[in-house]
């Protein structure tokens, strides 16, 4: 096999942000993406092992002066740009433009950053002996996508192409998902094509994606691969419709299995809790109406708030329970149910009461997600001390 030796040239299609572009927060983000990034050696299909210039690189050596001076003024009330090696020389640090940048553009730069960072992160050798064309295929998509990503943005000026980001990002982390299974020894999902994608290209618009990873949200009926924290492993997830109910069917859709594994029902405007099983590859929200839309994302107990000896609402609910043995008073002025879901994921039910209820419960020392289900107004405390005689 003969291979080119040397680096490509760029062309016309190289992916380059436009100088017309405004120069953002999320921009810096990009460039200290890459600075944080470990460097690795990276092949470029059809070139040879090298370091090559990427696009976020050419990002950061744009943006690098500005960043260096911006930390320096943050340290030195003192004008500091003249000392920045490669900016021209200012009396004074000029007026701030970010406010200029469209939040819609600091929100997709910081997810491709995420996502760069992201592939960055994956070990892969394409002339490794134990990798498959298709293993190379998969990860090239996924390359691919995030050039695409910053192609987009380069090009879009003030127009919103955020979808389109996103749906690039969404592409890419699919092929990574598939390529994980197929080095895994786990069965590989199946892409999905919608009507659009079979007949030309792809209406990003009705892309489930977003600018954060296990968020999915739509409108409508709509199906896709699901990415979860620990593959192979069970997830949680959290389901919410603005109206009417909608059905959460849980697929798995492999080259040796087709079929539904779970439904979960989802009440209108209600938050709905879920465990979805090691063997789903996909999940499909199908509301009752074409309008109704829709969110589902993976719960991190991290990000949630910490159920103390006092909470309080007026609806469902979903707090980080730290463990630890004690008895609380449970009220609320409609049915009310309280469900833990400990670290293995099963479901324990701690309480389920009919209609206005006031009632001591045990929580337990295990700790867990803890779900509060209920239409009403509802509140815990501490149980009083039985007082000695």
Request: aromatic residues 6%.
């Given at each position: 096999?003969?291979?080119?030796?040397?680096?490509?040239?760029a062309?016309?299609?190289?992916?380059?942000?436009?100088?017309?572009?405004?120069?953002?927060?999320?921009?810096?983000?990009?460039?200290?993406?890459?600075?944080a990034?470990?460097?690795?050696?990276?092949?470029?299909?059809?070139?040879?092992?090298?370091?090559?210039?990427?696009?976020?690189?050419?990002?950061?050596a744009?943006?690098?002066?500005?960043?260096?001076?911006e930390?320096?003024?943050?340290?030195?009330?003192?004008?500091?740009?003249?000392a920045?090696?490669?900016r021209?020389?200012?009396?004074?640090?000029?007026?701030?433009?970010h406010?200029?940048?469209?939040?819609?553009?600091?929100?997709?730069?910081?997810?491709a950053?995420?996502?760069?960072?992201?592939?960055?992160?994956?070990?892969?050798?394409p002339?490794a002996?134990?990798?498959?064309?298709?293993?190379?295929?998969f990860?090239?998509?996924?390359?691919?996508?995030?050039d695409?990503?910053?192609?987009i943005?380069?090009?879009?000026?003030?127009?919103?192409?955020?979808?389109?980001?996103?749906?690039?990002?969404?592409?890419?982390?699919?092929?990574?998902?598939?390529?994980?299974?197929?080095?895994?020894?786990?069965?590989?999902?199946?892409r999905?094509?919608?009507?659009?994608?079979?007949?030309?290209?792809?209406?990003?618009?009705?892309?489930?994606?977003?600018?954060?990873?296990?968020?999915?949200?739509?409108?409508?009926?709509?199906?896709?691969?699901f990415?979860?924290?620990?593959?192979?492993?069970?997830?949680?997830?959290?389901?919410?419709?603005?109206?009417?109910?909608?059905?959460?069917?849980?697929?798995?859709?492999?080259?040796?299995?087709?079929?539904?594994?779970?439904?979960?029902?989802?009440?209108?405007?209600?938050?709905?809790?879920?465990?979805v099983g090691?063997?789903?590859?996909?999940?499909?929200?199908?509301?009752?109406?074409?309008?109704?839309?829709?969110?589902?994302h993976?719960?991190?107990?991290?990000?949630?708030?910490?159920l103390?000896?006092?909470?309080?609402?007026?609806?469902s609910?979903?707090?980080?329970?730290d463990?630890?043995?004690?008895?609380?008073v449970?009220?609320?002025?409609?049915?009310?149910?309280?469900?833990?879901?400990?670290?293995?994921?099963?479901?324990?039910?701690l309480?389920?009461?009919?209609?206005?209820?006031?009632?001591?419960?045990?929580l337990?020392?295990?700790?867990g997600?803890?779900?509060?289900?209920?239409?009403?107004r509802?509140?815990?405390?501490?149980?009083?001390?039985?007082?000695?005689?």
């Amino acid at each position: 096999m003969v291979r080119q030796t040397g680096r490509r040239e760029a062309t016309a299609h190289t992916p380059t942000l436009q100088a017309t572009t405004p120069t953002s927060t999320h921009d810096h983000q990009f460039a200290l993406a890459v600075i944080a990034a470990p460097r690795k050696r990276v092949l470029r299909y059809n070139d040879e092992v090298n370091e090559p210039q990427s696009e976020l690189e050419r990002i950061v050596a744009r943006l690098l002066p500005e960043i260096v001076a911006e930390q320096l003024a943050a340290l030195n009330p003192q004008p500091v740009w003249d000392a920045v090696p490669g900016r021209p020389a200012i009396t004074a640090k000029p007026a701030a433009h970010h406010d200029r940048v469209p939040d819609w553009y600091r929100e997709a730069g910081a997810a491709a950053a995420e996502y760069a960072s992201e592939l960055t992160g994956v070990e892969f050798d394409p002339e490794a002996r134990e990798v498959t064309s298709e293993m190379r295929h998969f990860h090239r998509t996924a390359v691919d996508a995030r050039d695409q990503a910053m192609q987009i943005l380069g090009d879009a000026g003030r127009r919103d192409k955020s979808k389109d980001v996103y749906a690039a990002i969404g592409r890419g982390r699919e092929a990574l998902i598939r390529l994980g299974a197929l080095r895994a020894g786990r069965p590989v999902p199946l892409r999905l094509f919608t009507p659009d994608e079979l007949t030309g290209a792809p209406d990003t618009s009705q892309s489930p994606h977003t600018g954060r990873r296990f968020h999915w949200k739509g409108t409508g009926s709509s199906e896709f691969l699901f990415d979860r924290p620990h593959p192979g492993e069970p997830a949680l997830v959290a389901v919410t419709n603005s109206r009417a109910g909608m059905e959460l069917r849980h697929m798995r859709r492999t080259e040796d299995t087709i079929a539904q594994l779970a439904l979960n029902f989802v009440g209108a405007e209600q938050l709905q809790v879920v465990v979805v099983g090691t063997s789903v590859t996909h999940l499909k929200c199908d509301p009752m109406f074409r309008d109704v839309s829709w969110t589902v994302h993976v719960i991190d107990p991290r990000r949630l708030p910490a159920l103390t000896d006092k909470a309080s609402g007026s609806k469902s609910a979903i707090y980080r329970y730290d463990g630890g043995r004690r008895k609380v008073v449970l009220q609320s002025l409609a049915d009310i149910t309280a469900t833990l879901y400990p670290p293995d994921l099963k479901p324990q039910e701690l309480a389920s009461f009919r209609g206005e209820t006031r009632a001591t419960i045990d929580l337990p020392a295990s700790p867990g997600v803890l779900k509060i289900t209920t239409t009403d107004r509802w509140s815990i405390d501490p149980a009083p001390k039985d007082r000695k005689r």
